[in-house]
């Protein structure tokens, strides 16, 4: 897919002040009833992609939810952008959220709004209505994400995978420092996935966000660890054999509450573990 | 020994399913204590949110519109009738005491003190909470109340808050709107049907309200306002399940807004009474 120019802003300058780890677990656990995620501890460095990987039900999205501090841990420590979100009581996290992008795993859009008023959602909070700029960078979101031109229509109007591009311009449009996407390509048919995993792969590479992406299409996670946005192309190409480009993307693999293994795609592949050996077949 | 073991069976699975009754008992009555408490969090950050930016004046003049005007003819409908049937149902018991005149006092007090605020309340209710449930609680169920958590804005502030200042505001209006054509129901009656002098029955309306029926018939659509906006919130927010979901939250929060109105409505009047010397 032949992507538009990026658009939107530069990162903003005060991101370089902020810490190099966006993102630190510390032995979280939690459970409802029954234990869901136990010790579970990463990182996630500034500009690294970590896919999340795993069967239904081993916590991936609880782990995004968590991040976010939608919900909280039983135990352990969590720390976004350098602040302990552990503790921090709902209204203090409002303005912590607003540095992060979410992509729901069904979009999450607002049914009422049409996608204009949906992707600049944030930005009507702080202006109380729409502009001239905010609806200049709405059109730059979408121009992102190529859908422009649905500015006007509402989500019931849109496929499965609009509604899922609609909400990767409505996270990004602020330029978040960190990024969690909710099995962005769950139930979408394979070109519109690659569609969507481009987009991902164009805000890591020319954004340089750091994100979780949570999957279940091991095919995405190795077209992510595979390839690089050429700018110049203006689109998602393989990275040549042999060639030191590093694509900042690593996976993290759950199994019965616990993180099982973490590191590149060469090293998930070269992994003798049974478990993960059926897991890639 | 054979009856000794199968009594010692029997004993222990007596006492088991007596755990698992009393295990489930416990349940219930913590989840019920834990609804009370997260109703109550949600009521008190609705009026807390009034002192803390940001304020959503548009939503709340559009939840002002919506729940105003969307119900102004339902609320002129019945309270005109209610007045109307109160005015015919009193006046052959008046008639027997030979005390028809005092119809207009009767409606006055019966529709400003309890009929007019009680009927638009639970009319409100029935046409309100279960909107704001089934609205919220459909929100809720596609995760657009976490998407806007995760976009940093307060659900609370944003939609609970207009909500129930909208609710309040308009009940009290529409309550004193109900009072009125409750009595003109009722001199329609007494006019038309029993024959009374026009002029009579409005002054016995006007001169039998007292400062105290006023302020009773005022104050209680505040309170059952704030219930009505609430309950329709808190059943819409913490609504699971789906549609079937939304259903259940929509059911619920017309029967315990109705219930709540009519119970609060005997403390309330108990208490009035009391206050001001009845």
Redesign the interface.
């Known amino acids: 897919m032949a992507s538009p120019a990026a658009p939107v802003e530069k990162p903003s300058p005060s991101a370089t002040n902020q810490p190099s780890t966006l993102l630190n677990f510390e032995k979280v656990s939690i459970g409802f009833e029954q234990p869901v995620l136990q010790e579970v501890s990463f990182k996630l460095a500034r500009g690294e992609t970590k896919v999340l990987l795993g069967e239904a039900g081993t916590g991936k999205t609880l782990i995004l939810k968590l991040a976010l501090g939608l919900i909280k841990p039983d135990s352990g420590r969590i720390t976004v952008l350098g602040e302990e979100i552990t503790a921090m009581r709902e209204r203090d996290l409002f303005s912590l959220r607003r540095q992060i992008g979410m992509v729901f795993q069904e979009s999450a859009l607002f049914d009422s709004l049409t996608v204009e008023e949906n992707v600049a959602y944030r930005l009507i909070e702080e202006t109380g209505d729409i502009t001239d700029e905010i609806h200049q960078r709405v059109l730059e979101a979408l121009d992102f994400v190529e859908l422009k031109e649905t500015y006007s229509l509402f989500p019931s109007e849109l496929s499965g995978g609009m509604r899922r591009r609609v909400a990767i311009a409505r996270a990004i449009i602020t330029q978040p420092q960190v990024l969690l996407y909710d099995s962005p390509t769950g139930g979408l048919d394979p070109v519109t996935s690659n569609t969507i995993i481009e987009l991902v792969v164009k805000q890591r590479d020319v954004y340089e966000t750091g994100s979780l992406l949570v999957t279940h299409r091991l095919q995405d996670a190795f077209t992510m660890a595979s390839h690089y946005f050429d700018r110049k192309l203006n689109k998602m190409a393989p990275v040549e054999p042999g060639s030191s480009r590093n694509v900042h993307t690593t996976f993290v693999i759950l199994r019965d509450h616990k993180i099982i293994f973490e590191g590149t795609a060469p090293e998930l592949l070269r992994s003798h573990d049974q478990y993960i050996r059926e897991y890639l077949s | 020994m054979g009856v000794n073991a199968s009594a010692i069976v029997s004993n222990r699975g007596e006492q088991e399913n007596s755990h698992i009754a009393m295990a489930y008992f416990e349940d219930a009555v913590k989840e019920r204590v834990e609804a009370v408490q997260d109703f109550s969090l949600l009521a008190g950050q609705s009026l807390s949110n009034l002192f803390s930016p940001?304020r959503y004046y548009?939503d709340t003049l559009l939840q002002a519109d919506l729940i105003g005007v969307g119900s102004l003819p339902i609320v002129v409908l019945i309270g005109f009738f209610t007045g109307a049937v109160l005015a015919l149902q009193t006046s052959s018991t008046l008639q027997q005491f030979g005390s028809l005149s005092l119809t207009g006092q009767l409606v006055a007090l019966s529709m400003v003190r309890e009929l007019g605020p009680v009927l638009t309340g639970i009319l409100v209710a029935g046409r309100n909470a279960s909107g704001m449930a089934s609205e919220l609680g459909s929100?809720k169920v596609?995760?657009?109340i976490?998407?806007m958590?995760?976009?940093?804005?307060?659900p609370t502030k944003k939609l609970v808050t207009p909500r129930v200042i909208a609710t309040v505001t308009m009940l009290f209006f529409l309550s004193i709107i109900s009072d009125f054509v409750g009595l003109a129901g009722g001199w329609m009656i007494s006019y038309l049907l029993l024959g009374l002098d026009s002029n009579q029955y409005w002054t016995t309306a006007y001169q039998a309200l007292r400062f105290g029926d006023v302020f009773m018939g005022l104050s209680k659509p505040v309170v059952f306002g704030f219930i009505i906006a609430s309950v329709g919130c808190y059943y819409g927010m913490s609504a699971r399940g789906g549609t079937q979901g939304v259903g259940r939250a929509t059911t619920q929060a017309v029967v315990s807004a109705s219930v709540l109105i009519v119970v609060t409505d005997f403390f309330l009047t108990k208490l009035l009474m009391q206050i001001f010397h009845y």
Do not use: K, S
Not at chain 2, 149 to 154: L, N, S, T
């Open positions: 940001p548009a929100m596609t995760e657009q976490d998407a958590r995760a976009m940093g804005v307060d």
